[in-house]
């Protein structure tokens, strides 16, 4: 598996924030990796920003769906996790 570039995270995350209940863990979640990946110039700098998220449930739930979707491979884009994940 090759890791995915940190724009590909952002839009994965930013779609699975849009499909995310309102208020919802998953979308504050999805959301801050979305910015984090959209803002940081590669894929590692946009996981040491994950670092700096509070409160730490949010940062816990925004690190796995990073992780679930950084190394997702560039050819299966539906990379998105179970509707049971955070």
């Known amino acids: 598996m090759n890791p995915k570039d940190n724009l590909d995270v952002a839009m994965s995350a930013r779609e699975m924030a849009d499909s995310a209940p309102?208020?919802?863990l998953r979308?504050?979640?999805a959301a801050s990796v979305a910015i984090s990946c959209a803002t940081a110039r590669d894929i590692d700098q946009a996981r040491v920003?994950?670092?700096g998220i509070t409160p730490d449930e949010v940062r816990?739930?925004?690190i796995e769906i990073f992780?679930?979707?950084a190394t997702v491979p560039a050819e299966g884009?539906?990379?998105e996790p179970d509707a049971?994940?955070?």
């Open 22 to 24: 309102a208020g919802s």
């Open 27 to 29: 979308q504050a979640a």
């Open 49 to 51: 920003a994950l670092d």
């Open 60 to 62: 816990q739930a925004a």
């Open 67 to 69: 992780d679930r979707l």
């Open 77 to 79: 884009r539906g990379g």
């Open 84 to 86: 049971s994940a955070p």
